[in-house]
C-alpha cells in the first residue's frame, strides 16, 4: 500500500464521524470482490466513494447477456448480428473517461470493432 497518500486521506477526512466497524466490514468485502481490480484503491474508495478508486471496468455475465438481450444480438457498430460468444460488453462511455461499469453504460459490440474503438 506504498501508493496510498495516507497523509491525504486522514487530512480530506478529519472531521467526519466514521463508523470503523462498518469501514472495516465494507472494506473486507471489497477486499473479496473479483470485480474490483485495484485492491489498493479500496481504502480511499470508502472514504470518498470515487469508483475510480477500484478500477472496476469488467461488466457482469448478468450485465453482458441483458444488454446483448437488449440489442437482440445485434452488433452496435455494425448493425449485424452474431452468437454471444462473438461479442464483448463495451463502455458506451469509456471507463476512463468517467463511465461506470452500469448496465446503462454497456453496449455488445462484435470482437473486432470493440478492439478497434479502443477509448473512443
Avoid at 10 to 27: F, G, K, N
Avoid at 72 to 82: K, R, S, V
Avoid at 100 to 108: A, D, G
Wanted: charged share 35%.
Amino acid at each position: 500500500m506504498k501508493e496510498l497518500k495516507w497523509g491525504e486521506l486522514y487530512a480530506a477526512h478529519l472531521q467526519r464521524d466514521l463508523d470503523p466497524v462498518a469501514l472495516e466490514s465494507e472494506i473486507k468485502r471489497l477486499l473479496m470482490d473479483d470485480e474490483v481490480q485495484k485492491k489498493s484503491g479500496v481504502w480511499a474508495y470508502v472514504l470518498d466513494g470515487d469508483e475510480r478508486h477500484l478500477n472496476l471496468r469488467s461488466f457482469t455475465e448478468a450485465m453482458r447477456i441483458e444488454t446483448y438481450e437488449r440489442q437482440n444480438g445485434i452488433c452496435a457498430e455494425t448493425g449485424e448480428h452474431y452468437p454471444i460468444e462473438e461479442m464483448e460488453a463495451d463502455h458506451i462511455t469509456p471507463w476512463s473517461k468517467g463511465g461506470k461499469t452500469i448496465v446503462e453504460n454497456c453496449q455488445m459490440l462484435h470482437k473486432d470493432c470493440n478492439r478497434r474503438k479502443s477509448n473512443k
